[in-house]
Nanobody, 115 residues
Framework: QVQLVESGGGLVQTGGSLRLSCTAS????????MGWYRQAPGKQRELVAA???????NYADSVKGRFTISRDIAKNTVYLQMNILEPEDTAVYYC?????????WGQGTQVTVSS
């Protein structure tokens, strides 16, 4: 099991930046993959970015070139740097940890981009 604590959401204007943090309660090397998902009102939850324990990353097409996922292993923390934010990025962002066949979720953090 793992507990995930997110922080860093907020309100930002179009073109602005935010950095989300997700701290895990265990060594993130022991987690197969960690990622960020988001869910906008009336829409399904979608993958934004993910990083494996080997360091491989992947991104949704809509955020490529604007968002960067990274990690600090010593702090058991994964980050999502979000640049050039657009109103379409407005959503609740959830941290995810995938351990074998199980998914664990953080409580979510709201990101609102005003036009």
């Amino acid at each position: 099991q793992v507990q995930l604590v997110e922080s860093g959401g907020g309100l930002v204007q179009t073109g602005g930046s935010l950095r989300l943090s997700c701290t895990a309660s265990r060594n993130i090397f022991s987690i197969n993959a960690m990622g960020w998902y988001r869910q906008a009102p009336g829409k399904q939850r979608e993958l934004v970015a993910a990083i494996t324990n080997g360091g491989s990353t992947n991104y949704a097409d809509s955020v490529k070139g604007r968002f960067t996922i990274s990690r600090d292993i010593a702090k058991n923390t994964v980050y999502l740097q979000m640049n050039i934010l657009e109103p379409e990025d407005t959503a609740v962002y959830y941290c995810n940890a995938h351990i074998w066949n199980y998914d664990y979720w953080g409580q979510g953090t709201q990101v609102t981009v005003s036009s």
